[in-house]
């Protein structure tokens, strides 16, 4: 049986560790997770997604270090003489002390050397990518940039980011069950760096949008939900859309130009979208229609 320290933080490190519990061939020896948070107005105190998992599920010890840097943190992971140390959107770099106790398996969520870095997922939507997939890597001390083990594809085509963490966690499940059985087999694929692309972490402020171009919206409201949402400046947010044409150039964006039961079409500057939900700032989710009527607007009303 394969003594394994895992390192992650989010539910898509959560569905990987449960596959890892599950699997006879391993035994999980600890958990490595970020440090708990304050959330919301309140600030609660609030554990990462696989430390509440493992607490309701398990007797596995559980660390949360501020640092990995710190001298008898290496030498607490070095004396727990892993076989694997597998990785998955822990949220802190390894140095390079780590990496030489034990092989460091990453998964990332995605076709690597594609999107490096902290949102690969929102980062293919936002492109859109049709295509997307997550892969098992050997890590180094770059930045997503170790040797291929194995990957796997599926298709992204008009998801949202949930829908996508959910799929590709399922993916990465089997994957590093299949990479870490194998792992003796497998060749190393190194990078092709001329490929290569990098993504940043995405902040409050990539959701606002201007009525501009129709078909960027829709991948923006696909990128962000279910965070940040998209917004206007006021501070509007669109919170269910469909992308109803991408190429009709209009004079002027933010016309209502048809009503629906619960819904309304408007214009951008290219394009229509139809607006299902909205949400002004601090009050009730409301279907688009009802909104308008809030707002007394009507066809040929512009939404600004």
């Not at 076989?83 to 690597?112: E, W």
């Not at 008009?158 to 399922?170: G, M």
Request: neutral net charge.
């Amino acid at each position: 049986m394969k003594k394994i320290i895992f390192m992650g933080t989010p539910a898509y490190a959560t569905c990987i560790l449960k596959a890892l519990l599950e699997n006879e061939n391993f035994n999980i020896i600890a958990l490595f997770t970020q440090p708990d948070k304050a959330v919301g107005r309140k600030q609660i105190l609030t554990p990462s997604h696989t430390k509440a998992f493992l607490s309701n599920h398990s007797c596995v010890p559980i660390f949360t270090p501020k640092s990995l840097k710190d001298e008898a943190i290496i030498k607490q992971i070095s004396d727990l003489k892993p076989d694997f140390i597998v990785v998955a959107a822990y949220g802190k770099i390894l140095p390079k002390a780590i990496l030489d106790i034990a092989p460091c398996v990453n998964l990332h969520a995605s076709l690597l050397p594609k999107y490096r870095g902290a949102s690969p997922i929102q980062s293919a939507i936002l492109n859109g990518d049709e295509k997307s997939g997550v892969c098992t890597m050997l890590m180094e001390e770059g930045l997503d940039t170790g040797a291929i083990l194995e990957s796997l594809e599926c298709d992204i085509k008009d998801k949202n980011s949930s829908e996508v963490f959910e799929i590709l966690a399922n993916l990465a499940a089997k994957l590093i069950i299949s990479t870490l059985l194998n792992f003796e087999n497998l060749i190393p694929k190194k990078q092709d760096e001329n490929l290569a692309t990098q993504c940043a972490k995405i902040k409050k402020e990539d959701g606002m949008i201007t009525l501009n171009n129709a078909r960027e919206i829709y991948q923006k409201y696909l990128a962000f939900t279910p965070w940040p949402n998209i917004f206007l400046a006021n501070g509007l947010k669109f919170l269910e859309l469909e992308l109803i044409d991408e190429n009709k150039i209009f004079k002027q964006d933010g016309e209502i130009l048809e009503l629906d039961k619960e819904s309304f079409l408007l214009s951008c500057k290219q394009g229509i979208l139809r607006i299902k939900k909205l949400q002004e700032s601090g009050k009730k989710v409301l279907d688009g229609r009802t909104y308008l009527n809030g707002k007394r607007l009507k066809v040929g009303d512009y939404l600004h």
